[in-house]
Nanobody, 125 residues
């Protein structure tokens, strides 16, 4: 059974930084070659934030975070990280780790096979 365990959420003032971590277990490499992060703010739809293709490290970002957030993976390619800098109040959301397949995972959420439980990030002004 696939498990995605997230950590690193919390509260921070605008301009601050946080680092989210997610470790996956119990999945098949054959079917899941990408990981990433989605988020959902109160009253809004869930949106993709950043994804990374495991084999070549190709990353994609939503425009609103490009240049501020960095997605990365560990050498074993079972963990994914999201370094969030220059945080803004509009980044406040529950952040979900995802596991799926395809280099365009963020653009194709139908390819997501597993979701984490979510970790809350709150940015105050």
């Amino acid at each position: 059974q696939v498990q995605l365990v997230e950590s690193g959420g919390g509260s921070v003032q605008a301009g601050g930084s946080l680092r989210l971590s997610c470790t996956a277990s119990g999945y098949s490499y054959r079917n899941t070659d990408s990981m990433g992060w989605f988020r959902q703010a109160p009253g809004k739809e869930r949106e993709a934030v950043a994804c990374i293709h495991k084999s070549d490290g190709r990353a994609s970002y939503v425009d609103s975070v490009r240049g501020r957030f960095t997605v990365s993976q560990d050498n074993a390619k079972v963990s994914v990280y999201l370094q969030m800098n220059t945080l803004k109040p509009e980044d406040t959301a529950t952040y979900y780790c995802v596991l799926g397949y395809g280099v365009t995972l963020c653009q194709n959420p139908g390819r997501i096979e597993s979701w984490g439980q979510g970790t809350l990030v709150t940015v105050s002004s």
